[in-house]
């Protein structure tokens, strides 16, 4: 469990271990007792994230192409001309 918190710590761009993230580790474990309980209660890792303003590195690498693009649209735009 303590393995699947670092990873997801890593897959959220995270440097630190926090309790959150011990709960998605055990979400992500989803054989042990407590991450079926938390199931049964609509709590997923999608839930927590959610909670949590995570993102994933893929959706802030996203935003960052997606202000890239708005920096240079604007920057060769004709009415910059």
Do not use: V
């Amino acid at each position: 469990m303590l393995a699947l918190a670092i990873k997801a710590a890593k897959d959220y761009g995270q440097d630190y271990i926090g309790s959150e993230h011990l709960l998605a580790g055990i979400m992500r474990e989803k054989d042990g007792f407590a991450a079926r309980a938390m199931l049964q209660f609509g709590m997923t890792e999608e839930w927590l994230s959610d909670q949590c303003g995570w993102k994933t590195r893929a959706e802030i690498e996203e935003e960052r192409e997606r202000r890239e693009y708005e920096r240079l649209k604007k920057k060769f735009s004709p009415q910059n001309a």
